[in-house]
């Protein structure tokens, strides 16, 4: 019994000593650049150390609270990957069909895509995000009283669905309004009701900057060596299924209750974990259904203009490095790969 209880006190305390590691490479980090947001990591479903840096808004001289509410920009695609599977297992989707079989302006595409494609990057329709003058074309589009959708499905086929994986962020947006016609609901309706409010996921919801959205950051960028005020997403003025803003600890809820099966059935899971493509950037990086797969790890990250995102998550240890900045200059990359030998270290106490 003594010895039991020696061995606890003394994993005690390495654990101490290595989260005292993990906070000290974090403030040598912060020290070498500006960092701005917040950063938690969790294990075995406990958070193990949670911290703020920078400033909310700089202008106004709020700071950053763990509780900030920030711009996730494309770690959304996880919560609609996850919105369409739960439409596949109730049997109101097939991941081979045709968009057009759910939203009628979709049958324009090319006659080869399927959901799959637009779940997988696969699609061959050319990313938005990568049209030129983006943010004059939309603010022509409203403007001139054109339809989104009509825009959407008028983008080029880069190449033919399933020949290969582009990064694209069309595809999503598709998503998000096939899931609104399946449903009858509208987009933000349908992740609170079934994600969010069950979850208890209160600091969620669709981030539209132009509304007044309490405890929610500002985004920072850097202009001529001057810290400054960011725009917003180019598409930021459109309505439509659009990108969510979020908290570190409402994100490790969601990541709690995905990976711990509580909102997919297992088969389920498992297409949206399956390596369908290898990735265009990185040969030892796969793509599922919204998340990047490599051999042992599952990442998601999003940027957008002010904002940086990223999710690490190791399934053999149940480990997660979730990182909010609102300060677009922050290499997340490189701070993780820092914290990484301590962290492993610790999963092998």
Not at 84 to 100: A, M, R, S, T
Not at 139 to 145: A, D, F, G, I, K
Not at 265 to 283: A, G, L, N
Not at 309 to 319: H, M, N, R, T, V
């Amino acid at each position: 019994m003594v010895k039991r209880e020696c061995e606890l006190e003394n994993k005690k305390m390495r654990w101490s000593s290595m989260l005292k590691n993990v906070d000290e490479i974090v403030e040598a980090f912060s020290k070498e650049n500006y960092v701005s947001g917040n950063l938690l990591i969790s294990r075995g479903g406990k958070e193990e150390f949670s911290r703020s840096f920078g400033q909310a808004s700089i202008q106004l001289g709020v700071p950053n609270m763990l509780d900030t509410k920030f711009h996730i920009a494309s770690v959304t695609k996880m919560v609609i990957a996850a919105a369409i599977l739960k439409l596949y297992e109730q049997g109101l989707i097939d991941l081979e069909n045709h968009p057009g079989k759910y939203v009628e302006k979709f049958n324009v595409l090319h006659p080869k895509i399927n959901i799959h494609h637009l779940l997988s990057h696969s699609s061959g329709l050319q990313d938005i995000y990568g049209v030129p003058n983006l943010r004059f074309e939309m603010s022509r589009l409203q403007v001139e009283n054109q339809d989104f959708i009509d825009y959407l499905t008028r983008l080029k086929q880069q190449f033919n669905p399933g020949e290969q994986w582009s990064y694209n962020s069309t595809g999503f947006i598709m998503l998000g309004y096939i899931i609104e016609a399946v449903t009858g609901m509208k987009y933000e309706e349908v992740l609170h009701t079934w994600f969010f409010a069950p979850l208890k996921m209160s600091s969620t919801s669709l981030d539209n900057p132009r509304k007044i959205t309490l405890g929610r950051a500002y985004g920072h960028t850097l202009e001529n060596g001057k810290i400054a005020n960011a725009d917003n997403d180019k598409l930021s003025g459109i309505e439509a299924p659009g990108e969510l803003y979020s908290t570190v600890h409402d994100l490790d809820r969601w990541c709690e209750a995905l990976f711990k099966g509580e909102l997919l059935q297992p088969e389920t899971m498992d297409k949206m974990f399956t390596p369908y493509y290898v990735t265009s950037f990185d040969p030892n990086l796969n793509y599922g259904y919204g998340w990047f797969l490599g051999t042992d790890f599952r990442l998601i990250g999003g940027g957008t203009p002010g904002f940086r995102s990223e999710i690490w998550y190791y399934p053999a240890s149940d480990l997660r490095i979730i990182m909010l900045w609102n300060y677009e200059k922050v290499d997340s990359h490189q701070l993780f790969h820092r914290m990484k030998p301590v962290l492993f270290g610790m999963q092998q106490q």
